[in-house]
């Protein structure tokens, strides 16, 4: 019997990603990896993942320099999966205010909204917000504060199966998303008493806030439910 061959992962390499913890991660569940800014490869792999570590103007510069943002568009109009992480995420968004005003892909319609840089209890809400939350299914802040993590509600995301309700994941961010169709947000987040969306999915389009190769088991995990995902819709 002659195996099928491994699910074709490309990083977008930009200049402004964290490409080779989340090469190695898909790499860890059986994927193969390319780091990659041409258009070929990109429009040729199974899933593509858009990573980012940055300021949001200057990756979609660096973008438009490369002749990316059209590969991009069109493969969330593909039906393949298009992954964005941290920053990634927030380019998919229509609009970010980081140093300034910005236009982002468009692909998920709604803005990129900063943390309000002051608060109340300075000592534990610092931006950026860099650490280990909670990722939760349902939004309300006495559910996430005070909830026993028990939920009716099932994950509205294949990539979390498997994945508790309020599990763990680490973040590294100075804003977030807000679509502008509360349907897509796929999980929540609570920092400084701000309620936020810590994942999307639209389609075939993804988003997570978090980065979920730096989560330890339970990122991986995700990795691995959306690499199967392909493969068993190849099989």
């Known amino acids: 019997m002659v195996s099928s061959p491994p699910i074709k992962v490309a990083i977008v390499d930009y200049g402004m990603g964290n490409l080779f913890s989340v090469g190695h991660a898909f790499e860890n569940v059986g994927a193969s990896t390319i780091m990659t800014s041409s258009k070929a490869e990109i429009l040729d792999a199974d899933i593509v993942v858009l990573p980012g570590v940055g300021a949001f103007g200057d990756a979609m510069d660096s973008l438009r320099k490369l002749d990316l943002v059209g590969p991009i568009i069109d493969i969330a109009a593909s039906g393949k999966p298009l992954i964005g ?3 990634g995420m927030e380019l998919l968004m229509t609009t970010s205010p980081e140093f300034g005003a910005y236009q982002g892909l468009d692909v998920v319609q709604g803005a990129v909204v900063p943390f309000p840089r002051e608060s109340a209890d ?17 939004s309300g802040t006495e559910q996430m504060e005070e909830g026993d ?43 400084g008493g701000v309620e936020f969306c810590s994942s999307f999915r639209q389609g075939n389009v993804f988003g997570y806030q978090f980065h979920p190769e730096r989560s330890g088991p339970a990122g991986l995990k995700m990795y691995a439910n959306l690499v ?5 819709d190849a099989s």
């Open 122 to 138: 300075a000592a534990r809400f610092k931006v950026p917000h860099v650490g280990w939350s909670r990722i939760y299914r349902e």
């Open 149 to 191: 993590g028990t939920s009716v509600r099932p994950w509205q995301n294949p990539a979390f199966d498997g994945v508790g309700d309020r599990e763990y994941m680490y973040f590294v961010h100075s804003l977030y998303c807000e679509p502008e169709d509360p349907a897509v947000v796929t999980s929540y987040s609570l920092y």
């Open 85 to 87: 992480v941290c920053l």
């Open 228 to 232: 199967s995902m392909v493969s068993d």
